[in-house]
């Protein structure tokens, strides 16, 4: 399932650094997968993939990979598009466990130094950081990420090899709930390695706790306890040579336990007994035996070391020396003592330190455990991690090694088990038929190993047990004997001739899975047997010490029972741990050391090859590619390589099984190369899926082109929709916004109206709401109106504009004001003379208006002064009259009396009389007192007719006259004269007399020409034309 996952990023990255999956290198051979491991090392790619097993290489050396920010990349994202990483792997164990519910297990292994405890803790940290957290939650998570270090200073130490390197080995249960908290955690541990407390090899030292609590313990701890800080004053201490390092700072170290032990809920009483207990190791190891007389251990009473460890384990200082210097032997009812060589007391001495040591790293566990307990009663689901030793070979190889690598043997029998499993289950599940894999099952070494009664561990025990004289060696020979001709297994007298010389008389050699490992037997029993005396061990069972006194009592319940060996404990352990470990699914971390000098980059490529080989990689790799090295969902598949086949690019509608039918026709794929399963293609070898995965890629780059095309064009039609639309909205706003700005206008219009309606109705009342503002527009209007069309002159009196009704008395008073304006303005114009014509004109008008029919055609033409001037008067005339100033003049025509001819002549007018002149005679003079009257016709002729009474006979009486400035002349004379009440206008005819009692007239007709004739009866005939109306 995952192992699909991993291939696509591996795919994505083939060409980048090296293969992400070695399932997909195209080569098997170790040589290949050194390369590739080589390649990505040197970039600082640390992690590979063979499916879902992480190959880890130890760079030694910081990465910046594990920071927030890469956690945060690798949370619950598909993994398989991005570079392998112990984030994806931990990432990918938590989701398939809380999506299918289930169970499941990271196994780290791999040598010393290799990087084991640290991906633990790496996993560790990133599910403190990615799963979901409360209070409650918080409090599990730092138990279980403080529980590191306690266990770490007391099952850690300096080795050649690892600086801090785990002593035993350890199986954690992470319990989550069904939401994914993580609720509550558990830890088995194995095989301490206790023969560290009392022996450390050259270069290397003791657990860190006591380096730790010497260094970093307070003064007044260290009084309590009887220590000083000097290392060098503990044998238990002194032995590597190496009490200080400098990657190592135990005095920090000191304060991070101390603060760890109390987030496990060890109280102040415990840390008390605890640290009593480590400091009763290091006062046993300075406890020293001497000889007696008799060559037996001696032990002064009063050994201060004695003493401080009684009193640091609570147990009696008689006791615990008798118990270090002799040997309690029940017989039926006696007890007997047998006392110890010196040797033999110093062995006793550090099988009760190593005891002493080991139970209490148990008890430590249990702590652990106890306040890491869930005891929510619903279902868990888990995520163990094992951290335990790799495949070991040393030079040298002993009991411990032998059981390091029994343990290998076992997991690796599970490994293959659970994977081939799966594999089987996948091809059952898809109806493909299961083709055997190849594959080296390492049952044989197993059972070699443990078979009951045959198995080396029974013979081991065997051997232990037996009365007599048993040693390693002839452990050795029942080996033999019982071994035979076991193909596994060989032994220098077993072995033939050749491989005789590389075995030495002590060895055995086991053929693992992984290679061979040659044991030297030295030590094997002892080591099995681990033995402690009774009597000790009772002494312990009550010691005051409620740890040492705990620990001890449960450890042996029946004490009668011979105890287990060391090497049945842990094959019972380890039962117990693959009975845990196959009911879950398994995810494997590999971890390799690149170089035993621990330098940064450095790839010692023999001490990887070896390694390769003792994890058993490439085994694993051919368990992997056994049948199919690819497969995937149909969907995925063709999802990903759909554009290769014009049938199922761009959509395939169909089932994606037959789509990806289509798809592997089409692209040419031989039928023994792949299988169609039921959900799933499979694909043989990977250079198949190469050849595909490099047609995509070439494709890609077209299909990128015409997807950047479209995806231009898309986007520009986006664009210009969005612009459209916008313009759209915009233009409905513009239209909402102008309909509006109508409807409230036409609103406004029909009020306006309305008002204007109801005013027009209500106008003639008094000013109310309704018609005041009709009113005052109509005044306006009117107003307005009339300053437009107000009457230009005085005279004219037709254009004042109609008021309205409202306006009628306004109006009135503005044409009174508009025409006493005009005439004020008129009158200022007026000149003297224009008044005296005006005054003139008055006393005309009076005279003849309505009168005289050629009146009005006058009117217009202005008076002269006079109409002659001096010059144009006789020079005689002018002398004769010089007295008088001559008023007015004017030509005439005078009608004679004798037949109406006519003569001209000038009338001149003085202040006193008028004179009719030729030339330089005066013809005749009329005094105004002698003028009675003065008549014109009523027509538009110019007769005047001036009636003069005669003082005298002789006078010549009436004058009829004929002046073309008629009205002029009479109005002049009338006022020279004085006379304007004798001006008469007749008609008909006007009576002239000539002389006394003859009397003539002057008739006057109407005609088409002017004329003037005397007629027969003696008359004058005046014919005048009709005035043209005007
Ligand atoms: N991923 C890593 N990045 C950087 N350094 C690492 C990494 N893994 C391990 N190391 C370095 O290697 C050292 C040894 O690692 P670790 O203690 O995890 O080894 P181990 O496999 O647990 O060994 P042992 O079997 O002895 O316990 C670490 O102290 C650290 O310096
Ligand atoms: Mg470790």
């Given at each position: 399932m995952q192992v699909e996952m991993d291939m696509e990023g591996a795919l994505n990255a083939r060409n980048q650094v090296g293969i992400q999956d070695f399932v997909l290198l195209d080569e098997t051979s170790e040589a290949a997968f050194l390369s590739n491991l080589k390649k990505r090392f040197c970039k600082d790619l640390i992690y590979t993939y063979i499916g879902t097993l992480l190959v880890s290489v130890n760079p030694y050396k910081e990465l910046d990979i594990y920071n927030k920010k890469q956690m945060d990349v690798y949370m619950g994202v598909n993994f398989f598009e991005l570079p392998p990483h112990i984030y994806a792997l931990a990432d990918n164990a938590y989701h398939t466990m809380l999506a299918e519910f289930s169970n499941h297990f990271i196994l780290i292994s791999g040598e010393s130094g290799a990087g084991k405890t640290e991906a633990s803790k790496k996993i560790l940290q990133y599910y403190a950081v990615s799963c979901p957290s409360t209070a409650l939650l918080n409090t599990v998570r730092d138990k279980m990420l403080m529980s590191n270090p306690v266990l770490e200073a007391f099952g850690n130490a300096k080795t050649l090899k690892n600086d801090n390197s785990s002593r035993f080995g350890k199986y954690m249960d992470i319990q989550f709930d069904s939401e994914g908290d993580a609720v509550g955690g558990h830890i088995l541990n194995f095989l301490l390695e206790k023969s560290r407390v009392v022996h450390q090899n050259h270069g290397e030292r003791n657990f860190h706790v006591f380096y730790q609590l010497l260094h970093g313990g307070e003064e007044d701890l260290l009084h309590r306890l009887g220590l000083d800080r000097n290392c060098r004053h503990y044998s238990y201490l002194t032995q590597g040579e190496c009490a200080a390092m400098p990657s190592v700072n135990d005095k920090n170290d000191w304060k991070t336990v101390k603060n760890a032990l109390q987030v496990i809920d060890t109280d102040a009483i415990d840390a008390h007994h605890l640290f009593g207990i480590v400091a009763s190791v290091l006062h046993l190891g300075n406890v020293k035996f001497e000889p007696d007389g008799k060559g037996h251990a001696g032990l002064n009473e009063k050994n201060a070391e004695l003493h401080w460890v009684s009193n640091l384990l609570g147990v009696d200082a008689n006791s615990l020396k008798e118990g270090l210097t002799f040997r309690k032997i029940e017989a039926k009812t006696d007890q007997v003592l047998s006392p110890f060589s010196p040797d033999h007391a110093v062995y006793v001495r550090d099988a009760l330190a190593k005891a002493v040591y080991g139970h209490t790293f148990t008890w430590l566990v249990n702590t652990i455990n106890a306040s890491m307990e869930n005891t929510d009663p619903s279902k868990k689901t888990v995520i163990g991690l094992l951290d335990i030793y790799g495949f070991e070979v040393f030079n040298i190889n002993s009991f411990e090694q032998f059981c390091i690598n029994y343990c290998n043997e076992k997991l690796q029998q599970l490994f293959i088990q659970l994977t081939l499993k799966a594999e089987q289950e996948e091809y059952e599940a898809e109806d493909i038929e299961w083709e055997p894999v190849q594959f080296f099952n390492n049952k044989i070494i197993c059972d070699l190993v443990e078979e009951r009664h045959r198995g080396i561990i029974s013979i081991l025990d065997e051997e232990c047990l037996r009365p007599g004289e048993a040693t390693d060696l002839t452990f050795l020979e029942r080996l033999e004997e019982k071994m035979g001709n076991h193909p596994h297994f060989v032994s220098h007298k077993l072995a033939d001739k050749k491989t005789r010389g590389t075995l030495e008389r002590g060895d055995f050699r086991l053929l693992h899975y992984a290679g061979e490992v040659t044991y030297c037997v030295v030590g094997f029993l002892d080591k099995n047997n681990d033995l402690l005396y009774k009597n000790i061990k009772d002494l312990m069972c009550h010691s005051k010490n409620p740890i040492v006194r705990q620990s001890f009592s449960c450890m042996e319940p029946d004490s009668r029972r011979r105890p287990e060996t060391v090497a049945t404990q842990f094959k019972s352990s380890l039962m117990k741990l693959t009975e845990i470990l196959v009911a879950k699914d398994a995810w494997y971390i590999r971890c390799l050391k690149s170089n035993e000098s621990r330098t940064p980059g450095q790839f010692d490529e023999a001490l990887i090859r070896h390694q390769i080989k003792y994890l058993g990689l490439m085994q694993h790799l051919r368990v992997r590619r056994a049948g199919f090295a690819y497969r995937r969902k149909y969907e995925v598949f063709l999802q990903r390589y759909k554009a290769l086949c014009p049938a199922t690019w761009p959509h395939w509608r169909g089932d994606a099984a037959d789509g990806v039918l289509m798809l592997v026709q089409h692209l040419g794929y031989f039928p023994n190369e792949y299988k169609m399963g039921r959900t799933k293609i499979f694909i043989r070898h990977p250079r198949t899926l190469y050849a595909t995965e490099d047609a995509f890629e070439k494709c890609k780059h077209q299909l990128a082109t015409r997807l950047q095309a479209k995806y231009k064009g898309y986007r520009a039609k986006g664009e210009f929709r969005k612009q459209k639309e916008a313009a759209t909205k915009i233009e409905t706003c513009w239209r909402g916004a102008q309909a509006r700005k109508e409807r409230d206008k036409r609103a406004w219009a029909v009020k306006v109206i309305k008002q204007f309606i109801k005013g027009y109705m209500t106008r003639g009342q008094a000013k109310v709401t309704d018609n005041s503002e009709y009113l005052a527009f109509v005044r306006q209007n009117y107003l307005n109106r009339l300053k437009d069309n107000l009457p230009e002159t005085v005279l004219d009196k037709s254009t004042w504009l109609a008021p309205p009704s409202v306006l009628a008395e306004t109006s009135e008073l503005l044409r009174k004001l508009h025409y006493r304006l005009m005439v004020r303005k008129y009158v200022r114009g007026i000149t003297p003379q224009k008044k005296t014509q005006l005054q003139l004109k008055f006393i005309a008008s009076s005279m003849f208006m309505g009168k005289k029919e050629s009146y009005p055609q006058s009117v217009a033409q202005p008076f002269a002064d006079s109409r002659i001037s001096d010059e144009d008067i006789n020079a005689r005339v002018l002398q004769m009259l010089?007295?008088?100033?001559?008023?007015y003049s004017v030509p005439t025509i005078k009608y004679n009396r004798n037949g109406f001819k006519t003569r001209p002549r000038q009338l001149i007018l003085t202040q006193a009389a008028a004179y009719m002149v030729e030339e330089a005679k005066i013809k005749q003079t009329i005094l105004y007192t002698a003028l009675q009257g003065i008549s014109v016709s009523n027509l538009t002729d110019s007769i005047v007719v001036l009636h003069v009474t005669r003082e005298d006979p002789k006078d010549k009486g009436d004058l009829v006259l004929q002046c073309k400035h008629l009205f002029e002349l009479v109005t002049k004379l009338s006022i020279v004269a004085n006379k304007q009440n004798v001006v008469r206008v007749l008609q008909g005819s006007i009576k002239v007399e000539f002389?006394?009692?003859k009397e003539s007239a002057v008739e006057f007709s109407t005609g088409p020409e002017p004329t003037a004739y005397k007629a027969k009866n003696g008359h004058l005939m005046v014919v005048a034309t009709r005035a043209r109306p005007r």
């Open positions: 010089h007295s008088e100033h001559i008023k002389q006394a009692g």
